[in-house]
């Protein structure tokens, strides 16, 4: 068991009804220094995602973890289709201010941007749906995002049936987390990784919340440096330089979080699972795992 962890019997008025992690904006005003904005996005990242959709023939996706806009962006970019939600309108106004300043092409002209509730995300936008999107995407670690407040996981069950009814028969979801297995056992997070543009990245100091001798909760303090990279390094950069900011997720067991997903989808679906883009027996101890899920179809 890691060291930095803290136990208790009870999750608390502090873990439980966190909804909008960015709501004090200092995560959304560093999102794309953090992660990469499209043109410094990884392009392991770009080439598997885009890559997949075009294999599969994709062309109406839904984001629904859009946070700042970066994906669906990218998307667009490449021709497809895109809606995207988010449930935190911090984040959610800059993908609105990227749309407005883009206006005059078909694409963002055409881009549906909501604000929605993983929890009612069908009744929300049923009207969009229609028939169903060709791929759901949930991307960047962002489902652990919705924390376990029954510990019976019911609410993040129900966000995953959700997702499946947005997807039309032979659709896909993909749907990532972190190597949450490995957290909790070596109470570490990397900093460096191909999932995202880590240069900035200097330190992710890691906690692990024990709930009834469980792992409920992972807390991650990311410290992002602001400087730029053609400024040289012996210059001293003033304290606004670092940016620093606190997100909260469930830890995601990898048997735990495939078994969800085959009782949204059910058995007769398709399942595939990979580590950091590459096929699972390829990469021993992945960064990120990422489930691809193919819903069935009577015309499989």
């Avoid at 984040?91 to 929605?116: H, T």
């Amino acid at each position: 068991m890691a060291e930095n962890m803290i136990a208790t019997r009870s999750l608390g008025v502090g873990a439980e009804g966190v909804k909008d992690q960015y709501a004090d904006g200092k995560a959304a005003k560093v999102w794309e220094v953090f992660i990469g904005d499209k043109n410094s996005r990884t392009q392991n990242y770009k080439n598997f995602l885009v890559g997949l959709l075009r294999d599969k023939g994709c062309r109406r996706i839904l984001d629904v973890a859009c946070g700042t806009g970066i994906d669906s962006i990218m998307l667009l970019e490449e021709g497809f289709e895109v809606v995207s939600v988010d449930a935190s309108d911090k984040m959610l106004k800059y993908a609105l201010k990227a749309r407005w300043n883009r206006r005059k092409e078909a694409a963002f002209d055409k881009w549906i941007i909501e604000e929605a509730n993983w929890l009612t995300l069908y009744d929300d936008i049923e009207d969009i749906v229609g028939e169903g999107f060709d791929a759901v995407i949930c991307l960047g670690n962002s489902f652990a995002h919705l924390l376990d407040s029954f510990g019976d996981q019911r609410e993040q069950k129900q966000a995953l049936r959700n997702f499946e009814k947005c997807v039309k028969p032979g659709g896909f979801l993909l749907i990532d987390h972190r190597n949450y297995d490995s957290i909790i056992d070596t109470g570490k997070t990397a900093t460096k990784c191909i999932y995202y543009n880590p240069k900035h990245t200097t330190d992710i100091r890691t906690s692990v919340l024990y709930v009834s001798g469980r792992p409920a909760l992972v807390t991650l303090d990311y410290l992002i440096d602001l400087k730029s990279d053609d400024e040289k390094s012996d210059i001293i950069y003033p304290e606004e330089c670092i940016s620093e900011f606190r997100l909260s997720y469930y830890p995601h067991r990898l048997k735990v979080f495939t078994e969800m997903l085959e009782k949204a989808f059910g058995e007769n679906s398709k399942y595939r699972l990979y580590g950091d883009f590459k096929v699972l027996e390829q990469i021993e101890s992945p960064n990120f795992y990422i489930h691809v899920v193919e819903k069935y179809s009577t015309y499989f």
